[in-house]
């Protein structure tokens, strides 16, 4: 089982950028993929971004293709959502995930996060 804990959301102008961390423990972090999911208020969750184990392969959602970039750190069992170029659409709860069964389409596996609020003010 992994544990995460997301940080670094907060409220944005329109244009603006924020960079989400999700910091994981309990097992070996370089050994499983990453991915980031948001959820809006009256919607169901949507996947953003994933990175393979080595950080050699990325995968975007088309609506953040351009202006969002995940990268991990397995020094520091940390992978980042760099988000640039924000948009009120993009205002939701977002939450990282670990060791998805599926990277390509992706599936999500067990563990999630407790969610950090992004809010993007037009």
């Known amino acids: 089982q992994v544990q995460l804990v997301e940080s670094g959301g907060g409220l944005v102008q329109a244009g603006g950028s924020l960079r989400l961390s999700c910091a994981a423990s309990g097992r070996t972090f370089s050994t499983y993929a990453m991915g980031w999911f948001r959820q809006a208020p009256g919607k169901e969750r949507e996947f953003v971004a994933a990175?393979?184990?080595?950080?050699?392969?990325?995968y975007y959602a088309d609506s953040v293709k351009g202006r969002f970039t995940i990268s991990r750190d397995n020094a520091k069992n940390t992978v980042y959502l760099q988000m640039n170029s924000l948009k009120p659409e993009d205002t939701a709860v977002y939450y990282c995930n670990a060791d998805p069964i599926t990277i390509t389409n992706y599936r999500p596996g067990g563990s999630w996060g407790q969610g950090t609020q992004v809010t993007v003010s037009s």
């Open positions: 990175i393979s184990w080595s950080g050699g392969n990325t």
